[in-house]
């Protein structure tokens, strides 16, 4: 029995039929929505493993090599030779859509196109250590931005994989099955019903041909 009452008519069997047609018309487009989702999301995966590793390391070399211009020139002066800086980074954050998800997007733009301005000192007076650090960080700023992005891309995109995939479950599991279950009851009370109409139009006609023997009998 179905988990509702359905009235078992005809217009009723065409209204759930057409309803289950976009049901599981619905379910495949979901489904390779789903699909899709998840390949984007572990290429997203895979490339956000790799700029982390890149990033890390970028990091990890401009740490050391202010550890060793402080060494050589001491923190002061490393302080002092960053005070004043030449060069400013302004970032603009955007954001594209794939399949029905708005990810993040982020640009900049740097004050001056000169790549020597991230040196805000002189060269005499500093380490050349301070010099690799500051050219580390500067080379590893693009990639923290592309970090961010597919972080937090990869974030999103895992929300919509599990709501896409709790739609998928429930037309595959709950939707589709109830309404095949109601188009199978109706169809089956229509038979019946049908049955019932056919035997009902005998009787009548063996009434009516008994009547009619009847009649002539008795003439006879």
């Known amino acids: 029995m179905p988990s509702t009452h359905v009235n078992p008519t005809r217009m ?6 057409k309803k289950l047609v976009t049901a599981r018309r619905g379910h ?9 989702l998840m390949r984007r999301f572990l290429e997203l995966v895979k490339e956000n493993k790799e700029l982390r590793q890149k990033v890390e390391e970028g990091i ?4 050391r090599n202010f550890a060793l211009a402080e060494a050589v020139s001491g923190s002061e002066a490393v302080k002092t030779a960053l005070l004043a800086s030449k060069q400013s980074v302004s970032v603009e954050a955007g954001s594209k859509n794939v399949m029905s998800v708005n990810i993040p997007v982020f640009d900049y ?13 002189g060269y005499v007076s500093t380490s050349p250590d301070l010099d690799a650090a500051v050219r580390s960080l500067s080379d590893v700023f693009p990639d923290m931005l592309r970090l961010a992005e ?7 995109m895992a929300a919509e994989i ?34 019932s109409t056919q ?5 009548v006609k063996d009434m009516v041909i008994k009547k009619n023997y009847d009649a002539k009998h008795a003439e006879t």
């Open 28 to 36: 495949k487009l979901l489904k390779d929505k789903r699909d899709e």
């Open 150 to 156: 597919t972080e937090k891309s990869c974030a999103l």
């Open 60 to 63: 990890a070399n401009a740490n």
């Open 109 to 121: 733009k740097t004050r001056t196109p000169d790549q020597s301005d991230i040196f805000s000192y």
């Open 162 to 195: 599990e709501k896409t995939r709790r739609r998928v479950n429930a037309l595959e599991h709950v939707m589709i099955p109830d309404y095949m279950e109601k188009i199978h009851y109706i169809s089956m009370k229509l038979d019946e019903n049908e049955r």
């Open 199 to 203: 035997i009902r139009l005998l009787k």
């Open 12 to 17: 009723e069997l065409t209204r759930l039929k």
